[in-house]
């Protein structure tokens, strides 16, 4: 493999942890902002679940970028504000279980939005690396089907 092609692997690789990491990070803090408004024991105990994955999918991410000497982003300051004050806002108003699991519905598939897209555009990344994401994927996709029943 040419160092060209090593370094565009590399990138590529990259950029999809940082996803991983980035999506992971605003999950865990937006499930956690909904965890305060939930009244509901199942769908909690469900999100208190979600929520400890996220912890430990950001935590391997961030170890992992570490591991190739590249720093972790997380989403910048103005989109993380503007999350949890739309999480505040709508809760707010409507904190029954469905409006909290349609809430946690929408914001999973915009985390799986943006995995899709940058696994689509990351194609030359490491194999077990884009298979990690696409298992996270089918993760979050099992995650939606499961908060459809509180909906």
Do not use: P, W
């Amino acid at each position: 493999m040419s160092r060209k092609t090593t370094d565009f692997k590399d990138e590529h690789t990259t950029e999809i942890l940082n996803c991983v990491y980035r999506n992971a990070k605003m999950a865990q803090k937006s499930t956690e902002a909904v965890l305060r408004r939930c009244q509901n024991n199942e769908l909690y105990g469900e999100l208190c679940r979600e929520q400890d994955r996220y912890k430990t999918v950001a935590s391997r991410a961030r170890r992992e970028l570490a591991r190739r000497s590249a720093a972790a982003h997380e989403a910048n300051a103005c989109v993380r504000a503007m999350v949890q004050s739309g999480i505040a806002m709508k809760t707010a108003a409507h904190n029954d279980t469905s409006s909290l699991a349609s809430l946690m519905y929408k914001g999973t598939n915009n985390g799986i939005i943006d995995m899709q897209r940058t696994l689509n555009r990351t194609k030359c990344a490491s194999e077990n690396i884009r298979q990690s994401a696409e298992n996270l994927l089918a993760r979050e996709q099992q995650f939606c089907d499961d908060l459809k029943r509180y909906l």
